[in-house]
Each structure stands twice: as C-alpha cells, then as structure tokens.
Nanobody, 116 residues
Framework: QVQLVESGGGLVQPGGSLRLSCAAS????????MSWYRQAPGKERELVAT????????NYADAVKGRFTISRDNAKNTVYLQMNSLKPEDTAVYYC?????????WGQGTQVTVSS
C-alpha cells in the first residue's frame, strides 16, 4: 500500500534552514506529482508547494516564495523541501502527499518549530 514517511523536522532559530524528506513507497513514484502541505496549530492545512513529474516546482504559497524549494529524487523515491530563512510563522506540522485525488492518504508528518 501507499506509504509516505516524512522526516527532517526539528527546532530551528529564526533565519535558519531545514531540509525535509518524504520517502514514498507502494506506487510508481516517478509518475506522480508530489506536494508538501503544512498545518499550524489552530489553522487549516495549507498547500506549500507542488512538484511536477518533470521536476518543476509550482504552486508555491505566497508566504514561502523565494525561501522554500521543492525537489525530488526519483531514484530514491523521495521528495524534499528545502526551507531557508525560516520564520516563526513557518512553525507547523509538514506533510507530503501524492498530488492525485485517487491517493487521499497522508503520512504522519514532521514537526517544524521556528523559535529563538
């Protein structure tokens, strides 16, 4: 079955960087666009960025444009989110997801906390 396992979160100071990873299995990874979402406490889950099968990042949220970069390694069945210049408002649980309505499942997420 489809499995998505996020990792790489943690506590970081404002202005710092983190790289999140999402290891995928149970489907043909290279054939699907992938997305990162995040959910902050008390807020709805929101789309952060989407990566096409061609490796082009699209649909970046306005709040992260110029700071976050989504990428993939099809040989490793992994999608990444490089997060630079982190701000306290980036604090959230980050999730990856297959960008296809036929795959509704989510991983467990990885917590990112930006605080001094």
């Amino acid at each position: 079955q489809v499995q998505l396992v996020e990792s790489g979160g943690g506590l970081v100071q404002p202005g710092g960087s983190l790289r999140l990873s999402c290891a995928a299995s149970g489907f043909t990874f290279s054939r699907y666009a992938m997305s990162w979402y995040r959910q902050a406490p008390g807020k709805e889950r929101e789309l952060v960025a989407t990566l096409t099968t061609a490796g082009v990042g699209i649909n970046y949220a306005d709040a992260v444009k110029g700071r976050f970069t989504i990428s993939r390694d099809n040989a490793k069945n992994t999608v990444y989110l490089q997060m630079n210049s982190l701000k306290p408002e980036d604090t959230a649980v980050y999730y990856c997801k297959i960008s296809d309505y036929r795959f509704p499942s989510w991983g467990q997420g990885t917590q990112v906390t930006v605080s001094s």
